[in-house]
């Protein structure tokens, strides 16, 4: 967690000091998000700001996902300029994850900024900065802001979106009233348009358009918990679809548990009409459903909450 005892200007200290005269590669989490893809091209500005010689990478295929067409359509970036294939590894390089703890690719890991809680212990690396935020590009605001980073509008642009579109919108659990009056003080700053930010930014999930492997696996991410391998994902919608439908997807993740060696698969359904959440945890054995009356973050709510099931400690 974010250590409360240093001031963003400490952290900024601390910061230009852990990577001074080294060249950094920022990485975000595979399966890229609106928000892991945002924090890493204002990371980078940032560090450009602090004449720390960086770059951002995107070690993955880029598909024209809904997290690329919200990032090109609305901030007016395309993640094709910071592609790099597998090649661009290198066991040598120094790493600056965002976004999330671990990586799977090669290179000596020197900072992570991160808002996902964990119960973990986070690799012992010089640089850590973790606490429970709307976004992780809001925990660089609060860097840049600590700073005097001259802030741009489509800085701002980029923080907003990814603070709305990881708590959908403001309606989710990770929701902070203060971080909400910050965005919405950036949007009046510098004359952003939260309406249109909003209807980007609740990013339904288009089923309809979608084949049922797209489906299960819509913004998965894949945990290692005490040794044992847990995926997730979610759809995200206005209206759920009938029950049978969903038979089908939850049928098919659990013909998948075997397949993949996960011992668990935590599928979320957000009914945004109704403000609740249908938790699925599948088994090869079983399929626990939970419902919740909010819409609940998956890094805040659900993801410790399996950890310490894996841990014994609940």
């Known amino acids: 967690m974010t250590n409360h005892n240093i001031s963003p200007n400490g952290f900024v200290n601390h910061l230009i000091k852990v990577l001074h005269q080294k060249e950094i ?36 295929p880029i598909h024209a996902n809904e997290s690329y067409t919200i990032i090109k359509d609305l901030i007016g970036i395309d ?30 890991v020197i900072g992570i900024i991160d808002h996902h809680p964990t119960e973990r212990n986070l690799l012992d690396v010089p640089f850590v900065h973790v606490g429970i935020a709307s976004a992780t590009a809001y925990l660089i605001y609060e860097f840049m802001q600590a700073a005097s980073f001259p802030l741009s509008k489509q800085d701002a642009l980029m923080i907003v979106t990814a603070m709305m579109t990881d708590t959908v919108c403001f309606k989710n659990t990770k929701s902070n009233p203060r971080e909400i009056e910050i965005a919405k003080q950036l949007c009046t700053d510098f004359n952003l348009d939260w309406n249109l930010i909003e209807s980007y930014a609740l990013c339904l999930t288009p089923i309809d ?24 994902a979610y759809v995200q919608l206005s209206k759920l679809p ?4 969903i038979d089908t997807w939850l049928q098919r993740l659990a013909f998948n ?5 996960i011992k668990m698969y935590v599928f979320l359904l957000f009914d945004l009409d109704n403000n609740k959440t249908y938790e699925y945890q599948i088994t090869e054995k079983s399929t626990k459903e939970i419902i919740h009356s909010a819409i609940i973050s998956r890094g805040k709510d659900v993801m410790p909450r ?4 894996f841990q014994g400690k609940c």
Do not use: C, P, W
């Open 209 to 232: 358009k979608m084949s049922l492997d797209e489906i299960i696996t819509n913004g998965a991410k894949q945990y290692n918990f005490s040794g044992s391998k847990v995926a997730s």
């Open 25 to 60: 590669t920022i990485l975000a989490h595979d399966n890229i998000d609106v928000d892991a893809a945002l924090s890493g091209i204002l990371l980078s500005r940032f560090l450009d700001f602090l004449k720390i010689e960086n770059t951002f990478k995107i070690l993955e």
């Open 79 to 108: 993640l094709h300029d910071f592609a790099s294939t597998s090649d661009g590894e290198n066991e040598s390089a120094t790493l600056f994850l965002v976004d999330h703890h671990q990586t799977i690719h090669s290179g000596n």
């Open 257 to 261: 548990i075997s397949a993949r060696n």
């Open 242 to 245: 009938d029950t049978s439908i």
């Open 306 to 309: 399996i950890e310490k099931m």
